[in-house]
């Protein structure tokens, strides 16, 4: 093999695993930097055949009803596709939906986290923000699944918009995987 080809092949494999490694930095500094905000969750328990058993989270802060919550002017324009930012309160022990932005807000607020609109229908978007999947090990999803609605908490870490679960609490006690 040539020089030329052995300094390619030893580039790529040295970019491919600096990308790898830039993934896991940016998940552990969203879990070591972010602020801490409890949300309200009913889990549902499927199933992956390549990554394994999960408990898919369905958020109160999933379907935002616009017409209850402050919104700027592009809202009247959001699309399935589209990035929403939105800004979360405490309301209680829980952080509920208080605005909806199309673009970063400039101004200062509560935690903000961003998400995509996965739907809408006349003043309600359902929205995902990559954080309705937790995965467990074998046979303890059911655990969380068949615990009542109302006692699953899911405990995240939320950094610059960008939101990790922390934990999961059922009944008040943490979730061992």
């Given at each position: 093999?040539s020089?030329?080809r052995s300094l390619l092949?030893g580039?790529?494999?040295?970019?491919?695993?600096a990308?790898?490694?830039?993934i896991?930095?940016t998940?552990?500094?969203?879990?070591?930097?972010?602020?801490?905000?409890?949300?309200q969750?009913?889990?549902?328990d499927?199933?992956d055949?390549f990554?394994?058993?999960?408990?898919?989270?369905n958020y109160e802060?999933s379907?935002?009803?616009?017409?209850?919550?402050?919104?700027?002017e592009?809202?009247?324009?959001?699309e399935?596709?589209?990035?929403?930012?939105?800004?979360?309160?405490?309301d209680?022990?829980?952080?509920?939906?208080?605005s909806v932005?199309?673009e970063?807000?400039?101004?200062?607020?509560?935690?903000?986290?961003?998400?995509?609109?996965?739907?809408?229908?006349?003043?309600?978007?359902?929205?995902?923000?990559?954080?309705?999947?937790?995965?467990t090990?074998?046979?303890?999803?059911?655990?969380?699944?068949r615990s009542?609605?109302?006692?699953?908490d899911?405990?995240?870490?939320?950094?610059?918009?960008?939101?990790?679960?922390?934990?999961v609490?059922v009944?008040?006690?943490?979730?061992?995987r």
């Open positions: 093999m020089k030329t092949l580039l790529a494999v040295v970019l491919q695993v990308v790898l490694v830039w896991a930095l998940n552990q500094r969203i879990l070591d930097n972010g602020e801490p905000i409890l949300l969750t009913a889990p549902v499927p199933s055949p990554r394994g058993e999960y408990v898919s989270l802060i379907t935002i009803d616009l017409s209850a919550v402050n919104v700027d592009g809202a009247a324009g959001i399935r596709g589209d990035t929403v930012y939105v800004d979360l309160f405490p209680g022990k829980y952080h509920k939906a208080n932005w199309t970063i807000p400039f101004m200062l607020g509560g935690p903000r986290i961003q998400g995509r609109v996965e739907w809408r229908s006349e003043n309600t978007i359902g929205v995902t923000y990559g954080i309705e999947q937790y995965f090990p074998q046979g303890r999803a059911i655990e969380i699944e009542p609605q109302d006692s699953v899911v405990q995240i870490r939320l950094w610059n918009g960008s939101a990790r679960v922390e934990k609490l009944n008040g006690k943490e979730f061992v």
